[in-house]
């Protein structure tokens, strides 16, 4: 009797419509603007990138300005927080395809499993994504930028920073042995729900070790200070992983706060976008 094959896992799109627009044509057209924003792109190939997650009428120009300018790899790592305490504290989306309006994107199955094997605390669990918005925001600038592109979707709530900074660097020494490049994405909003002067304070002490690519300093700072940055844990991951692929230097690419969008300085939300090569 034949083995029956093993289902894969799609993705359908949860925050299409609230965060961005749920016609393929109007998502696309609004994307390819804020793309259309960014710096040229740099010579160097970009280890790591750091986008905000929010709706697009708040963060979609960060987000545009950042991922425009990186000179991504065609595989992308991508990683981000876990806002609804589902799954497992490393959850891989093992295989299938993420859908956004008018298209999807694959994921790397193979690579998937080789992260996996490399580092045991990363678990395929597609429960951790199945409501968590970060990555589902960022697919459509990917798709923009290369249709081709292929991703592995990671969500992280392990507040550890010692298993944060071992799973990191596992991963960085996974990444080096994989026979293509891969390019890691991390999704995070900043300081939330402060007044804008408190945001831009906070954001640039939270940014200064990122900056650096010091992750211990950056961890202590954003949990020490109490700064209210979403994806602190999988932004350490990100760090770790990419000194081990070789980063050295890291630019803030852009800043803004939900505050210079709707007016209200008194309580914002901090976006920034960083690259480092």
């Not at 792109?41 to 545009?64: D, E, N, R």
């Not at 993420?98 to 999807?104: E, I, K, L, M, N």
């Amino acid at each position: 009797m034949p083995m029956p094959h093993a289902r894969s896992h799609d993705r359908q799109p949860v925050v299409a419509g609230q965060f961005y627009p749920a016609g393929a044509d109007a998502l696309m057209r609004e994307v390819r603007g804020y793309l259309a924003q960014a710096k040229p792109k740099g010579q160097a190939p970009t280890i790591l990138a750091m986008a905000p997650h929010a709706g697009y009428c708040y963060s979609g120009a960060v987000a545009g300005a950042t991922l425009g300018q990186a000179n991504l790899a065609r595989t992308v790592l991508l990683l981000g927080p876990n806002h609804t305490g589902l799954g497992k504290p490393f959850a891989i989306w093992p295989d299938g395809r993420w859908t956004f309006p008018g298209g999807a994107l694959a994921v790397d199955a193979p690579l998937a499993a080789h992260l996996c094997e490399k580092e045991p605390r990363l678990i395929p669990d597609t429960l951790a994504h199945q409501r968590e918005h970060s990555l589902e925001v960022l697919l459509p600038f990917l798709a923009a930028l290369d249709p081709e592109t292929s991703i592995v979707p990671l969500c992280v709530s392990n507040p550890s920073l010692d298993t944060l900074m071992a799973v990191g660097a596992a991963i960085g020494q996974a990444l080096r042995q994989w026979q293509a490049p891969v390019s890691i994405v991390v999704s995070s909003d900043m300081s939330h729900y402060v007044p804008h002067q408190v945001a831009q304070a906070q954001d640039a002490e939270a940014l200064e070790p990122a900056l650096r690519l010091d992750a211990t300093a950056f961890y202590e700072t954003v949990r020490g200070r109490g700064i209210s940055m979403c994806g602190v844990l999988p932004m350490t991951v990100g760090i770790c992983a990419a000194r081990e692929l070789g980063a050295t230097r890291a630019e803030v690419a852009a800043y803004a706060t939900s505050g210079q969008v709707n007016g209200d300085a008194d309580r914002v939300v901090g976006y920034a976008g960083l690259l480092a090569d």
